[in-house]
């Protein structure tokens, strides 16, 4: 089994509507992480969470929210999506202590 | 802020060919990494580097911290189709300890 799922992997949505991301881990680390990719730009931060009470903003917040339900789940929402919030959405963990991060599957969403 | 930049942006090699493709800063890092990213997936991690002039080896990928510090270097040797791929730099920034990643080599091997 992966380490690091996430869910779902491809999802198409329209303007306006509230959608989920899910992430889950079985790495036990701390740590986790939001990224979205676009072609040309790599990978930037949406949020992060160094343990189930801390949420913190990455560089590019807007527009998003997040959820650290437990240790091993972190999801990301859009609250109403936009059609440049079209990307890859990965998720990622982290021990503390370490630098190494660990990336799921990732989800591709295209917002029409 | 510090930047990580990757060079080449792209490559387009044949089957066989040695790679070589390298990330600087003008800032030190204290820890290098190097991930792959296959179409359609997320990074793996191939390669973690964490002192100066170190060179490590993962199959035929060899990767070296620059004695500088603000420079890492990954090898591919006798590269093969599934070669292909996006390869990232990142380091940890000596201000917040978030990851910093380069914008990555596309790699294309033509069979």
């Known amino acids: 089994d992966a380490d690091v799922t996430q869910t779902p992997r491809n999802r198409i949505t329209k303007t306006g509507k509230r959608i989920m991301l899910e992430c889950s881990q079985t790495k036990g680390h701390d740590r986790m992480y939001w990224y979205r990719q676009d072609p040309g730009l790599g990978l930037r931060l949406i949020y992060y969470?160094?343990?189930?009470?801390?949420?913190n903003k990455g560089e590019i917040s807007d527009g998003y929210s997040v959820s650290r339900q437990a240790q091993a789940k972190f999801s990301l929402s859009l609250e109403s999506a936009i059609p440049n919030q079209t990307a890859l959405y990965f998720c990622?963990?982290?021990?503390?202590?370490?630098?190494?991060?660990?990336f799921g599957p990732g989800t591709r969403l295209t917002v029409l | 802020g510090q930047q990580l930049n990757q060079s080449p942006q792209s490559m387009f090699i044949q089957e066989g060919e040695d790679v070589s493709m390298n990330c600087t800063s003008s800032?030190?890092?204290?820890?290098w990494l190097w991930y792959k990213q296959d179409p359609g997936e997320g990074p793996v991690l191939l390669i973690a580097l964490y002192k100066a002039g170190e060179l490590t080896s993962n199959g035929r990928l060899t990767a070296q911290f620059g004695i500088t510090r603000k420079d890492s270097f990954l090898n591919i040797s006798a590269s093969i189709p599934s070669d292909v791929g996006i390869y990232f730099c990142?380091?940890?920034?000596?201000?917040?300890?978030?990851?910093?990643f380069g914008q990555g080599t596309t790699l294309q091997v033509k069979p």
């Open positions: 800032s030190i890092f204290n820890t």
């Open positions: 990622a963990t982290q021990a503390g202590g370490f630098n190494e991060q660990f």
């Open positions: 969470s160094f343990d189930v009470k801390d949420i």
């Open positions: 990142a380091g940890p920034s000596s201000n917040t300890g978030k990851l910093i």
